[in-house]
């Protein structure tokens, strides 16, 4: 007998009711009516925006993205049909999630040139490593909603895993808006704020050690 991978049937035999096992999950896209806004354009931004459009979990015309270089934001705006802008105020203002995606040696002078501006109500997510949710907060109006995420290299191929905190202010529905994004590249985890550093160095920067460690083993079979 040969055996249809495909339909799971056996030649010769009609397939009855097809049921799932008990362990089957089903995968559903959960989509967001908001418009995201990427303060920064860099690499983790792309690959966020590039897993959100890619999954239809947002349209592109509710992505926004803004940064310094022109030619970078020509680039996004090109690839994924998002808007973008060179003007951080003018994206924080039209923003119903935001999120911090510029390194984290000048998050801080970045809150203070947006903070007024950030639309009322607003998710605000940093992906801005080693910063806590109590700093970023101190920069916000009193009230600000805050979740911090720790995601990795790995995202720039959708293979990612991202570990979430919520701050004093943010609520478990922004808690499922932040998980939805970052599920959009890989898999997300939600821990407390005090866990993030650990996540920091161990998933944030352990693939980057065994690149080092699979580049070396290529160098080490080219030489035998």
């Known amino acids: 007998m040969r055996r249809n991978v495909a339909r799971g049937a056996i030649d010769g035999q009609r397939e009855g009711p097809r049921i799932a096992p008990s362990w089957y999950i089903a995968i ?25 459009v890619q999954d239809g979990v947002v349209t592109p015309e509710r992505i926004v993205a803004s940064g310094p270089r022109g030619d970078r934001l020509a680039e996004l705006a ?16 039209q923003a119903e999630i935001l999120v911090l995606s510029v390194k984290p040696q000048i998050l801080e002078r970045v809150l203070r040139e947006v903070a007024a501006a950030i639309a009322p109500g607003a998710l605000v997510v ?12 101190s920069h916000l109006p009193s ?13 720039l191929v959708r293979a990612g895993a991202t570990a979430i905190a919520r701050g004093r202010h943010a609520t478990e529905a922004d808690l499922v808006e932040a998980k939805t994004i ?16 650990a996540v920091t160095g161990l998933s944030g920067s352990g693939p980057a ?9 290529a160098d080490a079979g080219v030489k035998v």
């Open 28 to 52: 559903v896209t959960v989509r967001l009516d908001k418009t995201i806004g990427f303060l920064g354009a860099g690499n983790m931004a792309e690959a966020l925006i590039r897993g959100l």
């Open 78 to 93: 090109e690839a994924y049909r998002i808007e973008t802008t060179t003007d951080n105020a003018a994206l924080a203002k």
């Open 126 to 137: 940093s992906v801005a490593a080693g910063i806590d949710t109590a700093t970023i907060e």
């Open 143 to 155: 009230g600000a909603r805050v979740v911090r995420a720790m995601p990795n290299m790995p995202a």
């Open 182 to 197: 970052f599920d959009a590249v890989g898999l997300t985890i939600v821990l407390d704020e005090s866990q993030l550093d």
């Open 209 to 217: 050690y065994i690149f080092l460690i699979l580049e070396a083993l």
